[in-house]
């Protein structure tokens, strides 16, 4: 099997990286100042361990991969990007016969639970990983892994149907390259309970912290409302404590120096990515709050925040977890 990792940047270059390095064919999938990085002087992968140089083949657009029956497509582009990237894919030809659509699988490597629907629409065999990975990119062709003895956990499975041999080939290579690789029948009840821990993101990006005292009471109450919208959706999700096992010690963030783990949001902002996924985290619970009747002030006040801070370009800590509060408080959701 080869791994086409569309959107090489933080979890895609950390789990292209180690897949490469673990000997199996992969091609990263990069654009701008990261691809032109990537190409010439190769992946900077910096692990516990030290930092790894990795010469993986890098391509910057679709028509430059002539695809093969045996490639597996891993999507790792923000859920903003995701259309984009899908329409992009689905329709190139695969050696053969057939498009991409019609005959490879393709994971979704992503945080939010709307990526996998959207790509079922253009694929046929779509898998859902719930991406437990601390990782960072911030700089052109680097990437920062700090956990070990494991990179991450990645829970995978097929979108509806749970095991198949497929995901279980995957799992295989993926735990032959130093990642934890389980099975899951239920995916998505996996990536849902991710989804409740990722509500935290958008306090970290928006106040440059999620650590003190009202940035946590930001969190928990966050956290609640997703959690009772959940549950008046009658939707499965993992446990805190479930995950929290998941990782079972072997998952663990190790000091690297000069690097602090930060969240996916809190890197968009302070890369002026000019977007950022909270519309499918915050913005997810928002949604199903309002289709069940549950109220989610705090969700949709931190989605308005977010949305603010890219539009006027604000560095991570734009604004303080006591302002947020004064604007739920005021109601001031967007």
Not at 45 to 51: A, E, K, N, R, S
Not at 144 to 161: D, E, F, H, K, W
Request: contains cysteine; glycine residues 12%.
């Amino acid at each position: 099997m080869r791994y086409i990792i569309i959107g090489s940047g933080a979890v895609g270059g950390s789990i292209g990286g180690r897949l490469h390095e673990s000997g199996r064919a992969v091609v990263l999938v990069a654009r701008g100042a990261h691809f032109e990085a990537l190409r010439d002087n190769g992946l900077r992968l910096t692990v516990p361990t030290g930092t790894l140089t990795l010469d993986v083949p890098v391509v910057p657009r679709p028509e430059d991969v002539e695809l093969r029956e045996d490639d597996v497509l891993v999507l790792a582009v923000k859920t903003q990007d995701s259309v984009a990237a899908l329409d992009a894919w689905a329709a190139r030809p695969v050696a053969g016969g057939g498009t991409a659509g019609e005959r490879l699988p393709l994971v979704c490597a992503q945080n939010g639970v709307e990526n996998e629907r959207l790509a079922l629409r253009r694929f046929r065999e779509v898998y859902g990983m719930c991406v437990v990975l601390p990782c960072s990119h911030l700089n052109p062709g680097e990437v920062v892994a700090p956990c070990g003895p494991n990179t991450g956990a990645l829970v995978i499975g097929r979108y509806g149907t749970g095991p198949d041999d497929t995901a279980r080939r995957i799992a295989d290579d993926l735990e032959k390259a130093r990642f934890l690789a389980p099975v899951a029948a239920d995916v998505m009840r996996w990536k849902y309970g991710k989804l409740l821990g990722n509500l935290a993101n958008v306090v970290e990006a928006v106040c440059g912290s999620a650590s003190d005292g009202a940035a946590r009471d930001l969190v928990a109450r966050a956290q609640a409302e997703g959690a009772a919208t959940l549950d008046a959706a009658g939707i499965a999700y993992a446990s805190g404590p479930e995950i929290t096992e998941l990782r079972g010690g072997t998952v663990d963030p190790q000091p690297i120096p000069g690097q602090r783990a930060r969240s996916s949001s809190w890197q968009s902002l302070a890369r002026g990515a000019g977007s950022i996924e909270t519309d499918y985290l915050n913005g997810e619970i928002v949604l199903l709050g309002r289709q069940h009747g549950v109220p989610t002030p705090v969700n949709a006040a931190l989605q308005h925040a977010a949305r603010e801070s890219v539009r006027q370009s604000r560095e991570p800590g734009g604004l303080t977890a006591e302002e947020l509060s004064r604007r739920i408080t005021a109601g001031v959701t967007g």
